[in-house]
């Protein structure tokens, strides 16, 4: 019998609210399977369920908050008995309890429906749902707030709305304490000529329809993961005292958010992609971020993570390390500088590139072999 645990969605995550459960009792479930929705500071997160069987109990009903690890269901093997006594929910739960902004109940909806209701004041309860068993879906929300089926005016000290924004940057703000307080950071940056890697990519585009346009994001984040298989020392986790490898390369993306905060999901196996099934995949987790519909493997499963300043941010940047990653790679916007070429000096399109390694893991030469990995696949974009 597998025990389903509750996820953690982050380091800075120690319990989480269980909206509703998306399976029930006999059900079969497979790897990849979105089976409950969990209310976090950064939002509802899709769980998924990583073994094939069938739901056999389930242990937490929805509306419960309970702490990182608790078991919140039993998965039947193929070939195995069911497990004794009863479940605790036999049958498809009832509608839980007020969650969030106290003005209604949560019914059965998606995550991105139950954001957009939040911000609209929609009364989910007068929503008839047409997306699976009935489920509310984004669409429906926007119909009934343009029917102007908004919640009833309560008093405030009922509403007591939750602010997202606030709630994210406070749990951002205790894992990044925790982070400079309990990793030793060790610091390098290196200034990378970019030219050839952006006339590859121009030239690139001109022959691609604008759909399929790559965008340089998509030319870092290869890069990094390309320069991991050379240096893998720098992708994996400090546990338990010791460094340990990873056996993927998932690339964590960081993505600021409309209302406030920053997350950074995975993009997983990006040293296996392509560029156009990287790019597509980046465009992905960008748009779910910003609409709350991330799924837990995208929060848990980054093995190092990438941050861009893009074309309008800083010259350089320094990141702070996610636990339990050991490195944070951060690139700085492309500047035109004197740059020294055969003797002569010439305008170049320059970028720094920036590592915050976990010193207890990554010393001051691995590091450095890092950066130069990264520089030397961006002298050679059409590798990548």
């Known amino acids: 019998m597998i025990e389903f645990r509750m996820p953690m969605l982050g380091a800075d995550m120690e319990a989480g609210t269980l909206i509703e459960w998306l399976k029930h009792p006999g059900d079969a479930v497979k790897r990849g399977d979105i089976i409950a929705v969990v209310d976090t500071e950064k939002g509802a997160i899709e769980i998924e369920v990583f073994n094939d069987g069938t739901l056999d109990r389930l242990m937490v009903d929805a509306g419960q908050k309970v702490?990182?690890?608790?078991v919140l269901a039993h998965i039947q093997e193929s070939g195995e008995a069911p497990a004794t006594g009863a479940p605790v929910t036999a049958a498809p739960p009832a509608p839980a309890p007020p969650i969030g902004?106290?003005?209604?109940?949560h019914h059965r909806a998606s995550p991105a429906a139950r954001r957009a209701a939040e911000q609209l004041h929609v009364d989910l309860g007068s929503v008839a749902g047409t997306g699976p068993s009935g489920a509310v879906t984004l669409s429906d929300v926007e119909k009934a707030a343009s029917r102007g089926r908004v919640?009833?005016?309560?008093?405030?000290?009922?509403a007591a709305p939750i602010d997202r924004a606030a709630a994210m940057r406070h749990a951002i703000a205790a894992a990044m304490a925790r982070s400079k307080r309990e990793i030793p950071h060790l610091y390098l940056a290196a200034t990378i000529d970019m030219s050839r890697a952006l006339d590859w990519l121009?030239?690139?585009?001109?022959r691609r329809s604008v759909e399929r346009r790559l965008l340089l994001i998509a030319l870092l984040m290869k890069a990094v993961a390309k320069a991991v298989g050379e240096v893998p020392g720098v992708n994996g986790f400090w546990q338990q005292d010791a460094f340990q490898p990873a056996t993927g390369v998932h690339v964590g993306c960081a993505v600021a958010l409309r209302g406030g905060g920053l997350v950074a999901p995975a993009v997983h196996d990006t040293d296996r992609k392509d560029l156009d099934a990287l790019m597509h995949d980046v465009l992905d987790v960008?748009?779910?971020a910003r609409a709350g519909t991330l799924r837990s493997s995208e929060l848990a499963d980054s093995?190092?993570?990438?941050?861009?300043?893009?074309d309008l941010g800083a010259e350089t940047a320094f990141g702070i390390i996610y636990p339990p990653q050991v490195a944070i790679i951060a690139f700085g916007r492309p500047v035109q500088r004197p740059w020294v070429v055969e003797g002569r000096v010439e305008p170049r399109p320059v970028m720094t590139a920036s590592v915050s390694a976990d010193h207890r893991a990554v010393d001051g030469?691995?590091?450095?072999?890092?950066?130069a990995a990264i520089d030397r696949w961006l002298q050679s974009p059409e590798k990548l």
């Open 101 to 105: 902004t106290g003005r209604e109940a």
């Open 202 to 206: 121009s030239k690139e585009n001109e």
């Open 365 to 371: 030469r691995r590091a450095g072999q890092f950066l």
């Open 286 to 288: 960008v748009a779910r």
């Open 67 to 70: 702490p990182v690890g608790t």
């Open 303 to 310: 093995t190092i993570t990438v941050t861009s300043m893009g």
């Open 151 to 158: 919640s009833p005016l309560v008093p405030a000290e009922a």
